[in-house]
């Protein structure tokens, strides 16, 4: 048997303040610290070794990863950081106010825009790149994602770089964002496009999945923190 741990960050200041962020890169709150602190804590009580780390490209979740290594004292790991890990793009809707949307646009439409797999937020005019894509073609840079979206960027990270590693024996810790983190369990649960509706991932609560020789799950614990 061999785990997989998915941890949602911590607060981040786009979370206090109730904005859309996706790709916009916002650090934690105070709180996020200590919500990331806190999963760090409950995950080192089951003295899990981990043969990797795997992270978006954004400081949230790059912030929450560190803080986790550092109180499970497994600081020494490997850490990859990947685009493919990002959260889900909300394209125009980026930067906004979630209740201030709901008063533009109606609490349907928005609710579908959050919450349906196919759906698509508004688009960006022009995708915006920063410094931390400048080596990836622009096509990589979205105006917008839907889950969908999402977990179709997401899914050949998981089967080439933490499938591999948990078929070889290895524990794998996976710190990214509310959307991709659904995207994956939604992949791995076998999920139906309309059930994913209501899954929700809460922040800094680490998932602990066990899973066989051939990475079908056999046990699933949502530590308390």
Partial sequence: ????????HGESAANFLNTYTGWSDVPLTALGVQQAQAAGQALAKLALPFGHVHTSVLKRAIQTAYLVQEEIDQNWLPITKSWRLNERHYGALRGLNK???RELFGKAQVASWRRSFSNRPPLLAQPRRSRAYQNFPVTIIPRGESLKDAERR?????LDEIAPRLL??????VV???STLRALIKYLEQISDAGIDQVEVANAQPIVYTLDD???IVGKDILPV
């Fill in 168 to 173: 070889a024996g290895e524990n794998q810790l």
């Fill in 99 to 101: 209740d201030k949307t």
């Fill in 154 to 158: 997401l899914i050949p990270y998981w």
């Fill in 176 to 178: 990214a964002h509310g």
């Fill in 1 to 8: 048997m061999v785990k997989l741990v998915l941890i949602r």
């Fill in 214 to 216: 051939r990475l079908a």
